[in-house]
């Protein structure tokens, strides 16, 4: 549920900066030193005790009032003479003329263009290499206050923006996401607004959300003339434009750290125990039965660059890529043969046609063989796209109806954030058996799981071989991107307190949208306390299955973004003891589920 209400806490830490900020200036003014207020060590001690305390800072009255309007004249002449072109332009990359053109305004509102403050390529006026100047100097000298801030190596382009009115808007988005490379060198966002005058009920207010939950708003911050607005530019800052109902002025700068390409190597991606990065900008995507096979239509976000995707196609997958190489979606396919795929910039949709040449191949001979000699396999593309799809949307509304818990049992708990005891569970995703009558895609589901059994169990290098197996529950599982994780453990021993009766674990995986970034791994270990392991990504459609009597012991590594599975067990039925059924109830068998 979205909160409206704007967080009490940072209401009260703004407004005191605020009037800190207005009574430096009167303070200076009396000196003559009017303009230059905020670079007095108090006032910049001050900003930079803000900027640190609150991850974003509000500073009205950065330009003289003339200064303001000058700029604010200049952006609309330059929008006025056709220079700010619809969605698509990315960290000062101008596309051709044509690219402008097909933009899609209904999707992105606004209309931006690149510059620098020369002469040639700003003829509008002074008052952008002003501005520029300053913000230069502001940054510099905020180093002091901010050590963090001498990371900045230099600019980007100043992106001028005009949201212009009828509901434009921007969605929910980081600035850098730490992967796309035109982006991930995005240190601090500043951004200054231009608009004469502002009413309640304008719009184009910026709203920010907390870093530790993206749904959880701090400030909608109203966009006055010459107020300028510094908040950084990675996961701490989740922000949305909210639909402008009036024209609404814009530079935006962003001081980059170029320095970070060598520290990557050294640190993991993504900090332990950190919240995560924005999983805004998901692609909108759906199969549709056609005549002759299958249509996927992916639809880009509205923060993305309006080319072409990049289509990567295996006999089991299909790979989206945006033209600038990052992962979009990973899906199973729903049948195998030619794809045709269209792309149309204007919609901004790509359409690939998969002709239903032939099915999809038995993979079940592959799994036996990584079973019998690695004692886990993996199967790509076991749930077809559709089935996937639907799948994923019965657990998602399963969690919504309330039915998916954290478990109560000595090791599972909520996250560390939440918990009022302080302590680390070992597990925190929210699950649940479904008990009952399945619906009919989890039926799908277990019995392909029961197809690939049959032949698992013919197989006589399996331990698996000829044994009398029982189905367990499907259990429906999300990891919470928000570090959600499972450390190390076994499903199952022979022996002690583990003694359950399982002996083989599938996994199928939902997630479409996978990146590295979400992290999320099943990390599959030879010890329970080796350092290294198979590291498994939890893709659309993947089925993973190992044999789990005191072997591999295995984690899941902290989720970024929401991470689903439905897990099935199978259980050796001439060794069930009172245990098998401490979560699950009941068991079928194999050939009893149909
Ligand atoms: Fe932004
Ligand atoms: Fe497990």
Known sequence: MVSEKQSREDVVADTAFAAACTEFQKYYALYGKEEWWWIMDDSMDAIGAQLNKQGYCIIDGFLTADQAQQLHKEVAECHAEGRLEGGGLVNGKLPSSDDAKY??????????????????????????????????????????????????????????????????????????????????????????????????????????????????????????????????????????????????????????????????????????????????????YEWQQAATGWDLKVRLPEDMAAECPVLDISDVQVRVASSSGEPLLCLPLPCCGDA??????????????????????????????????????????FLPGPEADELRQFVLAERAAGKLQTGRNAHEGPRKADNAEGKSPMKNDEYNFLEGDPPAVLRGLTRRCNQLLAKLLVADQLPLH?????????????????????????????????????????????????????????????????????????LHGRLVGFLCQDQNPHEVLPCWADRVAVTVWYYDGDRLTERCLGDEGSLVGVFEGG
């Open 466 to 538: 000829g044994k009398n197996l029982l189905q367990g529950h499907p259990m429906l599982a999300i990891y919470p991107g928000t570090g959600a994780a499972y450390g190390r453990h076994l499903d199952s021993t022979v022996g002690g307190r583990g003694a359950n009766g399982r002996v083989l674990t599938l996994v199928l995986y939902l997630n479409p949208f996978w990146k590295a970034s979400h992290g999320g791994c099943l990390k599959l270990l030879q010890e329970l306390a080796d350092k290294d392991g198979i590291e498994l990504e939890p």
């Open 103 to 284: 933009a899609d305004r209904a999707t992105r509102g606004d209309v931006i263009g690149w510059f620098d403050s020369t002469e040639d390529e700003w003829p509008h006026g002074r008052g952008l290499e002003g501005y520029l100047l300053k913000l230069g100097t502001l940054v510099s000298e905020l180093q002091r206050p901010v050590p963090h801030l001498a990371k900045i190596t230099s600019r980007s382009k100043a992106m001028a923006a005009c949201y212009p009115g009828g509901g434009a808007r921007y969605v929910k988005h980081v600035d850098n996401d730490g992967k796309h490379p035109l982006c991930k060198t995005r240190l601090l966002t500043a951004l200054i607004y231009l608009n004469g005058s502002w009413h309640q009920g304008d719009g184009g207010e910026l709203a920010i959300f907390r870093a530790e939950d993206e749904h959880s708003l701090r400030r909608t911050v109203p966009p006055l003339q010459n107020r300028l607005l510094l908040f950084w530019s990675d996961w701490r800052t989740p922000h949305e434009v909210r639909p402008a109902q009036k024209p609404r002025y814009s530079v935006t700068v962003w001081l980059l750290d170029n320095t970070q390409k060598v520290e990557e190597t050294a640190q993991p991606a993504i900090p332990a125990n950190l919240p995560p990065p924005s999983t805004a900008g998901e692609c909108d």
């Open 340 to 381: 045709v795929p269209k792309w149309s910039r204007k919609r901004r949709q790509l359409t690939v046609h998969f002709s239903d040449l032939r099915c999809l191949a038995d993979s079940a001979g592959q799994f036996a063989a990584q079973l019998a000699s690695q004692g886990w396999g993996v199967i790509d593309g």
